[in-house]
């Protein structure tokens, strides 16, 4: 069966602090990862896609990593701001890239 | 472009009345939908994804059903609400690997 993993399930770091979410999966055949943000009360929006050939993509402050042969996904916030407040989940997609695998996500809190 | 249409946004439902979520989508066809389902801090639970009209797969036996009447169309209903379907529901739509979500459905079940 194909799954995602998040962890943490919920982090709390001081803005201007870095941070690292990471997503494990388990899906078969492999297509890409998207890595999204969810504001409270709002849908998520992509923030990266990753390929089965990249290994890092960078968005600003987010920086994606890919390790296809562990199946191992991270994104990297770098220089945390308040706005960074948000859940983050990590979606895989399989086969011809028309079925997906949510996690369920990291809660994030930024604070003072 | 492709959009998302989810309403309403807002839903306060007595106990036991019943529910309908509409999901609809603009500029794609045949795209698989998925209803989810997010209680107050917690992640997303997948309620159900269809990949065509009349297909519905569902991930977790409950309170609710889904139907796909086109293929642009996904409803979320419930015949008699429980106090425990209250959360943020969310609907999406994924073509080719990406998926775009709805603004979600906040409903608080009273």
């Known amino acids: 069966k194909n799954q995602v993993e998040q962890s943490p399930q919920s982090l709390i770091i001081l803005e201007g602090k870095n941070c690292t979410l990471q997503c494990n999966y388990t899906v078969s055949p492999f297509s890409n990862l998207r890595w999204y943000k969810q504001d409270t009360g709002r849908g998520p929006v992509s923030l990266t896609i990753?390929?089965?050939?990249?290994n890092t993509k960078s968005n600003g402050r987010y920086t994606a990593t890919l390790d296809a042969d562990t199946k191992q996904s991270s994104l990297h916030i770098t220089a945390s701001q308040l706005s960074d407040s948000a859940s983050y989940i990590c979606v895989v997609s399989a086969g011809g890239g028309n079925k997906l695998t949510f996690g369920t996500g990291t809660q994030l809190k930024v604070e003072l | 472009s492709q959009t998302i249409h989810q309403w309403p946004a807002t839903l306060v439902q007595p106990v036991g009345s019943p529910l309908s979520l509409e999901c609809t989508v603009e500029?794609?066809?045949?795209?698989?939908l998925y209803w989810y389902r997010q209680a107050a801090g917690r992640g997303l639970q997948l309620l159900f994804y269809?990949?065509?009209?009349?297909?519905i797969s569902s991930e977790v036996p409950q309170n609710l059903s889904a139907s796909r009447p086109q293929d642009r169309q996904f409803i979320l209903s419930s015949k008699k609400l429980l106090l425990s379907d209250s959360g943020f529901y969310l609907c999406?739509?994924?073509?080719?690997?990406?998926?775009?979500f709805g603004q979600g459905t906040r409903l608080t079940v009273v």
């Open positions: 999406a739509w994924s073509v080719w690997g990406e998926a775009f």
């Open positions: 500029g794609t066809s045949n795209p698989n």
């Open positions: 990753m390929t089965f050939s990249e």
């Open positions: 269809s990949v065509g009209i009349g297909q």
